[in-house]
């Protein structure tokens, strides 16, 4: 139990620190320091800096992907799981620096490409399947695709970051809700706006 302690304690600080500013200037003498434990303990669980970083993705992903699941498989209209999952993908760009991801690019290429093979296979992939049966089911108007998904997936990059909040007087979290329901009252159907109305209202 100690060591699963020690080993959950090491992952979600760095989880944390990675998110908000990155790996490659950060050491393992820096996250010892921080923890207050031996680097020793720390390479007992995590042979290198590189495993540790991979192994924070991986926590990433398999929480992302069982939220995705449960919203998936859970009851309702295929639409507000869409917009539940876009909650989930814009919330999550809310937590993530552009260190977090730039030093992945360039300082854990393999990690990266794990990166954009989730968001393609796991998060887009379902997405689109949502996006089709929502159409099914007369709540999304029936444009292209590619085009709904870009311009959700567009809007919330370029409106959830902390540029566009720190010029525009307006928190992550009111950008992000803001964002959505502009997006969902311009990809549903009259039908779809009045389901998202009655989803938001609580009723």
Known sequence: MKEL??????LEFCETHFMHYGF???TMDDI???LRISKKTIYKHFSSKDELVRAVFVRIRNDLSAQIEAIINGS?????KLYKISKL????????????LSDLQFYAPDVWREVEDFREKIMQKNMILLVEQGKTEGLIIDYP??????VLISAIQGVVNPNFVLHNNISLHEAGELTL????????TKKGRKVFKQYKSGN
């Open 89 to 100: 993908f814009s919330n999550r760009i809310a937590a993530i620096s552009n260190s977090w």
């Open 5 to 10: 302690s020690e080993n959950l304690k090491i």
């Open 145 to 150: 695709n590619t085009i709904i998904m870009g």
């Open 181 to 188: 329901e502009i997006i969902f009252s311009g990809i549903s």
């Open 76 to 80: 309702g209209y295929t639409m507000i």
């Open 24 to 26: 490659h200037k950060t």
């Open 32 to 34: 010892a320091k921080e």
